[in-house]
């Protein structure tokens, strides 16, 4: 959230890889139930907490060198937001997409749209219709163009992701956090905000504003000098979306009047 710099990410593990493919247009459908808790914390916020448990285990163990008495449980500091801050995954793909569309990115390939389908049927059903089919339509065209084709490899590498995902966005844990609270109120003022870990006091609209800039920023190496012509390239993308979208579902259609005439 704030350290090393504000908003500084490197990496598409878990669900900033969502994030990075809904805002390049890509990625349109994620098997995920909306109203599950999405245990999700700032990086720092855990580096912060390490470190003050390896202070904890050394002031409570000074020699160092000799393990606990067997009969003493090791202590478990469980950092999660879902017991002070919890964050629904509706929740939290709206924060991202508030703050994201106001900086979208010049990456981007097509429309933002993103469904949060808990029914397998229906994700698969949004994943044909607004992965599969354009894919190959897409590759297709490349092809007889005598270029490589790419975008089917990009969906099944979109959808193995995806289906990770998928395990932890369709269910939800019961943890407890009581000694990592104890944790830090055990911590003096000074070291407390030096290696701040409280989630009573952060804010996820104020994350969230900082982490899709951080996202763009450092990850997807987009400056924010871009941000006006990315926009421009965004609305033309929205008004192609809704023109394709008539045309498919005219062409559909006309494909089942002519059916269901020739069967009647």
């Not at 000098?225 to 809704?242: V, W």
Request: glycine content about 4%; aromatic content about 16%.
């Amino acid at each position: 959230m704030a350290e090393p710099i504000a908003g500084w990410i490197d990496n598409v593990y878990g669900p900033t890889g969502v994030v990075v493919g809904a805002a390049v247009g890509l990625l349109h459908s994620l098997q995920c139930d909306p109203e599950k808790v999405a245990d999700l914390v700032p990086g720092d916020y855990v580096v912060n907490a390490t470190i003050a448990a390896a202070w904890r285990t050394a002031k409570d163990y000074t020699g160092n060198h000799e393990a606990p008495p067997s009969d003493l449980d090791p202590p478990v500091y469980n950092f999660v937001s879902s017991v002070d801050k919890p964050l629904t995954w509706k929740k939290f793909m709206h924060l991202t997409e508030f703050y994201g569309l106001n900086c979208p990115t010049m990456h981007a390939v097509w429309y933002y749209i993103l469904y949060l389908n808990p029914q397998k049927w229906l994700h698969t059903l949004v994943c044909l219709l607004l992965h599969w089919i354009p894919a190959y339509l897409v590759d297709s065209v490349l092809v007889l163009m005598g270029k490589k084709p790419m975008l089917v490899q990009a969906y099944r590498k979109i959808h193995k992701f995806s289906e990770v995902i998928t395990y932890f966005s369709t269910q939800e844990w019961k943890f407890e956090n009581a000694n990592t609270k104890q944790l830090y109120e055990t911590m003096r003022p000074a070291d407390r905000d030096a290696f701040n870990f409280d989630l009573t006091r952060l804010t996820w609209s104020e994350y969230f504003s900082t982490y899709v800039k951080g996202v763009r920023t450092y990850l997807m190496k987009d400056p924010v000098e871009t941000i006006p012509g990315a926009t421009r390239k965004y609305y033309m993308f929205k008004c192609l979306h809704y023109v394709a979208s008539c045309v498919f579902f005219y062409l559909l259609y006309k494909l089942l009047s002519f059916l269901l005439l020739s069967i009647f």
